[in-house]
């Protein structure tokens, strides 16, 4: 089920969403002069190379929202949300480390009374 938003639309808030050029995205794509270009214009639609170079290079952007304009056009970044999910555990740890020393320190200097 296609929704009625263009590939031009969908580009034009893919590069806003992104905060990237047409010319940047273009390099970085490693594509020609004309391909980001065309699809603004609306000469020409996405076509699933250009998508697939897209979300190789920002797996934060929704595929399904170029395909067919489906959801938000920026994803959660999972990658993300893992590390800082990680980050917060270590932190955790590091303080469970911490409060054992801690105990241990104490249990000895009571077995030293």
Known sequence: MD????????MKTILDEL???SYRLTQELGLSSGAV???LSGKNKLSKNII???CTL?????????IKGIGE???ENKVSNDAEYILVKKQDFDQ?????????EMLQKLNNI
């Open 96 to 104: 469970v480390k911490k409060d054992i020393k801690d105990l241990y």
């Open 73 to 75: 056009p920026i994803i």
């Open 37 to 39: 270009y065309h699809v």
């Open 58 to 66: 920002y797996p934060e952007v929704n595929k399904k929202y170029l």
């Open 3 to 10: 929704t009625n938003i263009t590939d031009t639309q969908k």
């Open 19 to 21: 905060g990237v050029s």
């Open 52 to 54: 697939d170079k897209i």
